[in-house]
């Protein structure tokens, strides 16, 4: 990636596009990061639709509905840079450690896969080389051009989970996963409960304590101050919930610039309302 000045003199992360991934630009001294693992349902001609009906391609199990659409809206409310998959997480979950069993799904909510019933180590090391390594390669060449600029650069990714799983009503409107570092896992919980009109999860729906994944490969084991924030998929199905959602994570963003540990160089914030914090963790899962 080439870096550019703009007209006031930041160093900027530049936009770039690979079959695996994008990458959209941003400032590189602004101290935040955004990632986004199942931003697409899309799969290579070559796999066609994995024997999947159409229908199937457009459920939670192919992609996290909405999460790219609030990734874009909040890179450029803050002009932060994000990367992106561009790959359906049916051909291989990114957010999956490379010896976890559900790296390639083979039944995914009810939903067998049949390009996925029957995988040779061949096939399985191609879709590695072809698709996972280069997306995690392109985040660690983005945090690696930020560290140049900050001594720390925050990590937010974004995903986003169904409404109702297996029969039961998940009542929060977003959760915050995360495991030993607090930095910005703890403020955005308790901004997002000032806001006034959220049940907000503490590690639920699911638990963000899964050694493997994609913020404990590049946050836990780069020392940097990291979180995943889940959003319901009812809320952010739509461009206005999209843009409503980028507005308030924005907004939230603002208010927890300056905490400890993170001294990101964004805007400034907004006001605040007040709410109830949720704390029991849940299992963490592939939806």
Not at 49 to 68: M, N
Request: aromatic share 4%.
């Amino acid at each position: 990636m080439q870096e550019r000045n703009d007209s006031a003199g930041a160093s900027r992360i530049s936009g770039s596009e690979a079959p695996s991934h994008r990458i959209l630009g941003g400032r590189a001294d602004a101290g935040l990061i955004l990632i986004c693992d199942h931003a697409e349902n899309t799969l290579p001609e070559v796999y066609g639709s994995l024997g999947l009906q159409p229908a199937e391609l457009q459920r939670h199990i192919a992609y996290d509905i909405g999460a790219k659409g609030v990734v874009e809206r909040l890179a450029a409310l803050l002009d932060v840079p994000a990367v992106l998959t561009r790959f359906s997480r049916l051909l291989i979950d990114p957010n999956r450690g490379m010896d976890d069993p559900t790296l390639i799904m083979r039944v995914s909510d009810g939903a067998i896969i049949p390009g996925n019933r029957v995988l040779a180590p061949e096939e399985r090391e191609k879709r590695i080389a072809e698709w996972y390594r280069p997306y995690h390669q392109a985040i660690v060449r983005v945090i690696d051009e930020a560290h140049l600029h900050h001594p720390h650069p925050a990590l937010l990714s974004v995903h986003s989970f169904t409404e109702v799983w297996r029969g039961s009503i998940r009542p929060w409107q977003a959760g915050i996963l995360w495991d030993a570092d607090d930095r910005m896992a703890v403020p955005l919980i308790d901004m997002l409960v000032a806001e006034g009109d959220l049940l907000v999860g503490d590690n639920e729906p699911y638990s963000g304590k899964l050694q493997g994944d994609c913020m404990w490969t590049h946050g836990t084991q780069r020392g940097l101050p990291h979180a995943l924030i889940e959003l319901r998929q009812d809320l952010i199905g739509e461009a206005a919930g999209q843009a409503a959602w980028a507005e308030r994570i924005a907004r939230v963003l603002r208010k927890i610039a300056n905490r400890r540990g993170l001294a990101m160089k964004i805007s400034e914030h907004a006001e605040t309302g007040s709410g109830v914090r949720c704390s029991q963790p849940g299992a963490h899962g592939p939806i």
